[in-house]
């Protein structure tokens, strides 16, 4: 497997580290008396968070979640709260690689069958004061996700691990891909373009999956979604140094085409590649399948509290330097024939 794509996954957590580092250089911004409520309702978020994601009563966890967002919105009024991490939260947590805007994003568990997704955009101001998109998950009342653009109001919810920036003539595109608890039987994960209007609200969507490569041709999707057995584990993630978005290629492991509760991993590997505006789909990235342990799926990039799982990832890591000195290097991904 390619040896860029494991050292990616390593310094991750150096990359995070780093960038909480950066933003905690602008937590001057924030007054001691600031800080210290901030600080103050932080201990009261995070016992909220935990409450609202691993308690097992499911009138405890809506009770936690409704108290976790009025005292979040009451924290997030405090002059310049963009600068503070809230690291300690049950929830993700992401900031633009331009620090333009963050995002918070979770999940409350109704019961075995039922996930809502929650989340708010939160975008800095000169004065410090408050501006918050809140995002209102409408997956449940949609039958076909992938042909809308949406607003924060009908948003398809997801737990968002990670942003890529891009850019076309002079327009910025914010790639987020997320995880959903889909069903009782299956999971998804999400690849949406987030971009903001004229009057800076958030737009997630539009014409930017392209399969015109393809052999066989797909009509431009607004957003890309894998959906797969509860139990697999799958890939979807951007290598900085290939410069793509690595998805695994699934394949009904009882040859039932119809239900996506039996995909799993092949050991091929798709991508989508950032082309003129828009993420261009490649059928198959590297000349060679590979075999199972050969490429860190067991590592999910966040637990379930949307924080990094990084004992999975250094021992994923581990078996993959171990095998990486007999494997051949990938070949350059090739247009396909029309």
């Known amino acids: 497997m390619n040896i860029r794509i494991i050292k990616y996954l390593r310094a991750s957590g150096i990359f995070l580290a780093l960038l909480a580092m950066g933003i905690d250089l602008h937590a001057q911004q924030i007054s001691a008396g600031d800080l210290a409520i901030l600080k103050k309702k932080e201990d009261s978020l995070q016992a909220l968070s935990a409450r609202m994601v691993f308690d097992s009563i499911p009138a405890n966890r809506f009770r936690s979640d409704s108290q976790f967002v009025r005292t979040f919105v009451r924290a997030?009024?405090?002059p310049n709260s963009f600068y503070y991490p809230f690291d300690s939260l049950n929830i993700s947590r992401l900031y633009a690689p331009d620090s333009s805007f963050r995002i918070f994003t979770w999940q409350m568990k109704k019961d075995e069958y039922v996930y809502l997704q929650k989340g708010a955009i939160q975008?800095?101001?000169?004065?410090?004061?408050?501006?918050?998109?809140?995002?209102?998950?409408?997956s449940m009342f949609t039958k076909n996700p992938m042909d809308s653009v949406r607003t924060a109001r009908n948003w398809?919810?997801?737990?968002?691990?990670?942003i890529i920036l891009k850019e076309s003539n002079g327009k910025k595109?914010?790639?987020?891909?997320?995880?959903?608890?889909y069903s009782i039987n299956s999971n998804k994960k999400w690849m949406e373009v987030l971009t903001f209007n004229a009057q800076g609200e958030p737009v997630f969507g539009g014409p930017f999956f392209s399969y015109q490569n393809d052999s066989i041709k797909k009509p431009v999707q607004k957003?890309?979604?894998?959906?797969?057995?509860?139990?697999?584990?799958?890939?979807?993630n951007y290598d900085p140094e290939l410069d793509v978005i690595l998805v695994d290629h699934l394949i009904s492991e009882s040859d039932e085409t119809e239900r996506k509760s039996t995909y799993v991993p092949d050991g091929d590997y798709e991508a989508f590649k950032w082309q003129n505006g828009q993420w261009v789909h490649i059928n198959k990235l590297f000349n060679q399948s590979l075999k199972d342990g050969d490429f860190p799926k067991e590592a999910l990039l966040l637990d379930d509290a949307g924080k990094a799982n990084e004992r999975q990832l250094e021992e994923a890591s581990r078996k993959n330097i171990e095998k990486s000195n007999k494997k051949p290097a990938p070949a350059t991904p090739k247009k396909k024939d029309n």
């Open 173 to 181: 595109y914010y790639t987020l891909l997320g995880f959903d608890d």
């Open 76 to 78: 997030l009024v405090t």
């Open 223 to 236: 957003r890309f979604s894998i959906e797969y057995k509860k139990e697999a584990k799958t890939f979807l």
């Open 123 to 138: 975008v800095p101001t000169k004065d410090g004061r408050l501006k918050l998109y809140p995002l209102f998950d409408a």
């Open 156 to 162: 398809i919810g997801a737990i968002y691990y990670r």
